[in-house]
């Protein structure tokens, strides 16, 4: 029991947080390795909707319209074109109107953020209906109109209050870091248990452009313990170095393995 209960805390202490990766050889006889993301949902229209823990929604199609109810937390939605049928985001009191995009809406205590990532969507609150903008016959949405409503393109964002107000809500674009670091939750995350370094290597093979190889079979035996984002390949070879005292060599295109850090010419060379 002793030994099962210090095991435990091993590796809580080793997981990774929001911006730090680590790994660690943890003596145990269970191993493990596999790919975990975001909840996925394909709608009957071929549009798939990715949750963030937490998130729900109701889907209300109808032959002239697809409304989705964002019910709680954030969602992103790529969006099957279709102009003849519109997209139709509800959170709370605001609307997301799209034909073929994709975004993202988080759903707040007191206003909803929209982060658009492919294509255009405009953003509807109730106090920007009631300025009697035109609204078509078929639903309660207002059609697009960029002077009234705010037209999010990719790379832009928008957050409109919950409650009314006369204000338009501003349209900002972010840089690719920031648009990046705001949606990470839908970036898979590779996870080990006792897992051999050549089987890692393996599956971060899968989602990295960069090869990693292990230089010897000592090097690709050894046992790796954590969590990662499978676009970090340079975050998992760093806690490597450190937690198991290997070298990288960096290669085009390749990052190899060996046994034993670097010594301090050698990293001068």
């Not at 095991?7 to 006889?29: C, E, K, M």
């Not at 993301?37 to 990715?50: A, F, H, K």
């Not at 929604?57 to 697809?66: G, H, L, P």
Request: hydrophobic share 40%.
């Amino acid at each position: 029991m002793v030994s099962v209960a210090c095991g435990l805390a091993l590796y809580l202490g080793i997981q990774r947080s929001n911006t730090h990766d680590t790994v660690a050889v943890i003596p145990t006889v269970a191993t493990a390795a596999h790919v975990s993301g975001p909840e996925r949902q394909m709608l009957s229209d071929g549009s798939v909707v990715e949750f963030k823990p937490g998130a729900t929604i109701t889907v209300a199609f109808s032959e002239e319209r697809r409304v989705v109810i964002l019910r709680n937390g954030e969602a992103h939605f790529s969006v099957t074109p279709n102009p003849q049928r519109p997209f139709i985001v509800e959170a709370g009191s605001v609307k997301i109107r799209a034909v073929g995009t994709a975004f993202a809406v988080q759903l707040g205590g007191t206003e909803v953020e929209v982060l658009v990532t492919e294509g255009k969507v405009t953003v509807a609150s109730p106090s920007v209906e009631m300025a009697g903008t035109a609204t078509s016959r078929t639903d309660s949405v207002p059609i697009a109109s960029p002077d009234i409503f705010p037209l999010v393109s990719a790379g832009q964002r928008t957050s409109v209050p919950l409650l009314p107000t006369t204000t338009i809500a501003p349209v900002l674009t972010i840089s690719p870091a920031e648009l990046a670091e705001r949606l990470s939750w839908r970036v898979p995350r590779l996870e080990f248990s006792e897992t051999t370094v050549s089987d890692a290597i393996a599956l971060f093979g899968h989602h990295s452009p960069v090869r990693l190889r292990a230089a010897d079979g000592e090097v690709a035996a050894m046992r790796v313990t954590g969590v990662f984002r499978s676009d970090n390949i340079d975050g998992f070879v760093r806690a490597l170095e450190t937690s198991l005292g290997l070298r990288a060599e960096y290669g085009v295109g390749e990052i190899r393995l060996h046994r034993g850090k670097w010594s301090l010419p050698d990293r001068q060379k």
